[in-house]
């Protein structure tokens, strides 16, 4: 009876932390991904943000992006936004952050994964 009450327990404490919100304000989005590396699984791609601006490395090129603008989906309670702007060429990236899944997506098959997990 006890180990089966247990084990019930462990089941809805482990959903419910799956299903709790990382976001839910603007703020916990930046506030997630700053001083984090994201990297595809090749390692040809990564992107690490610092406090203003976001270095890409993609192969062997190097780009500096200045954030522009960063908001959580509402509703989402772990999807969150970020545009960015390179400071060489002016064009713009948008990046969508998912915390549940520690990842980042250009919205256009780039699959970045928090460094370490």
Not at 1 to 15: G, N, T
Not at 17 to 28: M, Y
Not at 37 to 43: L, N, P, R
Not at 46 to 57: E, L, R
């Given at each position: 009876?006890?180990?089966?009450?247990?084990?019930?327990?462990?089941?809805?404490?482990?959903?419910s932390?799956?299903?709790?919100?990382?976001?839910?304000?603007?703020?916990?989005v930046?506030?997630y991904?700053?001083?984090k590396?994201?990297?595809?699984?090749?390692?040809n791609?990564?992107?690490?943000?610092?406090?203003?601006?976001?270095?890409?490395?993609a192969?062997?090129?190097?780009f500096?992006?200045?954030y522009?603008k960063?908001?959580y989906?509402r509703?989402?309670?772990?999807?969150?936004?970020?545009?960015?702007?390179?400071t060489?060429?002016?064009?713009?990236?948008?990046?969508?952050?998912?915390?549940?899944?520690?990842?980042?997506?250009?919205?256009?098959?780039?699959?970045?994964?928090?460094?370490?997990?």
């Open positions: 009876m006890r180990k089966k009450l247990l084990l019930q327990l462990l089941i809805i404490a482990s959903l932390s799956f299903s709790q919100s990382c976001f839910s304000s603007d703020g916990d930046i506030n991904i700053l001083y590396t994201f990297e595809s699984k090749d390692g791609m990564n992107v690490t943000f610092g406090p203003s601006s976001a270095s890409v490395q192969g062997y090129n190097s500096t992006y200045i522009e960063y908001y989906i509703n989402s309670g772990y999807k969150g936004v970020v545009k960015m702007t390179n060489s060429t002016g064009n713009q990236m948008t990046l969508y952050i998912s915390c549940r899944e520690r990842m980042v997506t250009d919205g256009q098959g780039a699959l970045l994964y928090e460094s370490g997990t």
